[in-house]
């Protein structure tokens, strides 16, 4: 399949979810973000792709990649295809001004199957929590004072749960260590979104919303149960595909980065 044809199959997903949350079906989204928590390191249109495609996936590679774990895709599996960068290396070619031509950027479209559709040797299993973020809390915590956050707990007003000031978060104190953990990360998404340098404030409901979303994907992530971080996702949807899109790739960015902080040390020592 080529990128061309890979990138309309993403934007027919994108009109389907959007169409969906247009009749108030918001549980398309929920299912948008889900597997956002399991592919966290794939782009906003690849997940697309890929729910599109094998919406119930847990874990994908390309065809060496699981020849290299002792694993082999079954015969008669259909491959989900995913957009890929290429780098074009121009060496041969001059630039008018007499230097080499720099490398230009492509893309294709490639497979990965599902370990569902491999057979061999059982993957390594990886650390997760259930109900305990255990070390991900401090991991969070460390990421939170890295980009210069401060963080301060404190008897917060009823109903409210934490507090994002722009460099500064507070947080209610008695959480229980989930919602704690799913608080934090909601506020810290609210810094990383909607405060500083560039970023884009949107209306409060669509803030709330995208915060939400990210402290859902990143909960689901490190293990935790997700049910009390669920949201009206459909209030995120603002009439038109585009903004859409360019929202569900913020979360993704935002999400992605915020679960490699905090689950980097476990994948290493499972790598090891």
């Known amino acids: 399949m080529k990128a061309e044809e890979a990138r309309k199959l993403t934007d027919q997903a994108l009109a389907r979810l959007a169409d969906a949350l247009a009749q108030g079906k918001s549980e398309a989204l929920t299912r948008y973000l889900d597997t956002m928590a399991r592919f966290h390191r794939y782009s906003f249109g690849n997940i697309m792709l890929i729910l599109a495609q094998k919406p119930d996936a847990t874990h994908v590679a390309g065809f060496n990649t699981w020849k290299k774990v002792n694993r082999w895709v079954k015969k008669g ?22 230097e080499p031509q720099k490398s230009v950027m492509r893309f294709r479209g490639v497979y990965v199957f599902d370990v569902s559709q491999t057979e061999g040797d059982p993957l390594p299993e990886v650390h997760s929590v259930k109900g305990d973020p255990g070390p991900c809390t401090e991991r969070l915590k460390g990421l939170i004072a890295a980009r210069g ?9 009823p109903g409210v749960s934490g507090l994002s000031s722009g460099g500064g978060i507070r947080i209610q104190t008695g959480l229980t260590p989930a919602d704690e953990f799913a608080v934090l990360v909601h506020e810290l998404a609210h810094e990383m979104l909607h405060h500083g340098q560039g970023s884009t404030r949107g209306t ?39 903004t859409l899109a360019e929202s569900l790739d913020c979360i993704q960015k935002t999400a992605a980065s915020i679960i490699e902080a905090v689950t980097a040390a476990d994948e290493a020592a499972a790598a090891a």
């Open 149 to 157: 956050i401060t963080l301060g707990y404190e008897q917060l007003p």
């Open 204 to 242: 409060k409901t669509v803030r709330e919303t995208e915060a939400e979303a990210v402290a859902f994907v990143v909960t689901h992530a490190v293990g935790l149960d997700t049910n009390s971080a669920a949201a009206d996702y459909i209030q995120m949807y603002q009439g038109s595909k585009e």
């Open 77 to 98: 599996e259909h491959g989900i295809v995913i957009i890929a960068p290429m780098v074009i290396r121009r060496e041969d070619e001059q630039a008018k001004d007499g």
